[in-house]
């Protein structure tokens, strides 16, 4: 079955860190792949999205996120976190047919100022 | 554009009765709407998948009697949570997909329904 996986459920960062979010999927086929965020009390936003072509993608904000083919991976990454990024982050991914979004547990992320 | 709009924001409602959510899409139309369920500092769980004129599809463990989809027309899908019990109380978000738009495979999340069943 196909499914995501994120390895960081809590991260704690001070302000000015750099910060990457692992993401890995398991499907060998194309996929879509999708990174969220949830700031508190607000609803699901689109950081940054990977259909096809170049594998950095540049998304809002600052993020940015590599696709690894070869390694089923989307990690999601900001050089420079400030206090406002302070969120839930989530991976999902998007496979083949299926129209279903495939969810990460999701990475909460705390940025101290 | 690509908004999607969620009706109402919360409520709160008697154990028993019937609580209606409204996810409209408002700038776009949405053959395929999507409806989840969130656990407080927890993934989204995906209910069901509500395609426009015909049955809902749903998950496995989803009751499709407790939780009536209905997506009647191009821009807008329901979902009626029936004798709703405490344990039902979540937050529900829907999720739209543009019919028409090249990046098909995106979902535009509505703001969700805090519901809370006394």
């Known amino acids: 079955a196909q499914s995501v996986s994120q390895h960081n459920h809590h991260v704690i960062l001070s302000e000015a860190a750099s910060l990457e979010l692992g993401c890995n999927y398991s499907?060998?086929?194309?996929?879509?792949l999708f990174w969220y965020v949830q700031y508190p009390g607000q609803h699901l936003q689109l950081l940054l999205k990977?259909?096809?072509?170049d594998p950095l993608v540049k998304g809002i904000k600052g993020f940015e996120a590599e696709f690894i083919k070869s390694k089923f991976s989307f990690n999601l990454r900001k050089p420079s976190v400030q206090w406002s990024d302070t969120a839930e982050y989530f991976c999902?991914?998007?496979?083949?047919?299926?129209?279903?979004?495939?969810w990460g547990l999701g990475t909460s992320l705390a940025v101290n100022p | 554009g690509a908004v999607v709009s969620q009706h109402p924001s919360w409520v709160i409602c008697k154990s028993g009765t019937s609580v209606k959510i409204e996810c409209r899409s408002l700038?776009?139309?949405?053959?395929?709407m999507f409806w989840y369920r969130q656990f407080p500092k927890q993934s989204l769980m995906l209910m069901a998948t509500?395609?426009?004129?015909?049955?809902?599809?749903?998950e496995q463990g989803v009751e499709k009697d407790k939780f009536l989809i209905n997506h009647a027309s191009l821009t807008l899908s329901t979902l009626t949570v029936t004798s709703a019990h405490p344990e039902d109380s979540s937050f529900y978000i829907c999720?739209?997909?543009?019919?028409?738009?090249?990046?098909?495979?995106?979902?535009?999340f509505g703001p969700g329904t805090r519901l809370t069943v006394l």
């Open positions: 509500s395609n426009e004129g015909s049955k809902a599809t749903y």
């Open positions: 999902a991914v998007n496979a083949g047919n299926n129209r279903k979004l495939i």
């Open positions: 700038d776009f139309q949405a053959t395929t």
């Open positions: 990977y259909f096809s072509g």
């Open positions: 499907y060998g086929g194309t996929v879509n």
């Open positions: 999720s739209a997909r543009d019919s028409r738009a090249s990046s098909y495979n995106e979902q535009f």
